[in-house]
């Protein structure tokens, strides 16, 4: 019976431990102070890529000109080597993400990158004097343009609407 009483006893202390440490977890998950916003994003000036990318891409840059000051540019990127892939994000003052994301890639494969998973729609929007379809179904949704040697995608969690502002907005040179 003596061995009987020492395991009870190792049970009886590691669930005493158990206990102890989940308690002690607690506490410091309601003491600890943290910060659960969204981080502030530093907005970032594009040009000099922009440049790059007008001068070396296959096909017309395009770039938002007169957005509102609440869409904060806060990514951009040139890939040359990668189908002269063109990536510029935004944040909107609602937390909203939006992208303009360009290449000369088959347009099936960059689709399903930048949509992420992204279908067709029926649903097709005259901006400007482009033609753009809507995407839907995927992390984003996502208006397309297509046209020989470059497809041109506007891409976010914000809305149509706030999509449809950013095509406005976009300039070729």
Do not use: C
């Not at 009483?5 to 190792?10: A, H, L, M, T």
């Not at 590691?14 to 600890?32: D, K, N, Q, R």
């Not at 096909?59 to 000109?65: G, L, N, R, W």
């Amino acid at each position: 019976m003596a061995g009987s009483n020492g395991k009870q006893k190792s049970v009886r202390n590691m669930v005493l431990s158990l206990g102890v440490t989940v308690l002690a977890a607690g506490v410091i998950y309601l003491f600890v102070p943290r910060d659960d916003s969204a981080p502030d994003l530093p907005r970032i000036d594009y040009r000099v890529e922009l440049l790059t990318a007008r001068r070396a891409a296959s096909y017309p840059v395009a770039a938002p000109v007169g957005l509102p000051e609440s869409f904060k540019a806060t990514s951009v990127r040139f890939k040359g080597d990668d189908f002269d892939a063109w990536h510029l994000g935004f944040h909107t003052a609602g937390g909203e993400y939006l992208q303009v994301e360009q290449s000369a890639e088959k347009p099936a494969t960059f689709l399903e990158k930048v949509t992420q998973g992204g279908r067709a729609s029926e649903v097709t929007e005259r901006i400007g004097d482009r033609t753009w379809t809507r995407y839907t179904g995927g992390r984003y949704d996502a208006l397309v343009h297509e046209e020989k040697g470059a497809t041109t995608v506007v891409a976010g969690t914000g809305s149509f609407e706030q999509l449809s502002q950013m095509a406005k907005a976009l300039k070729s040179q």
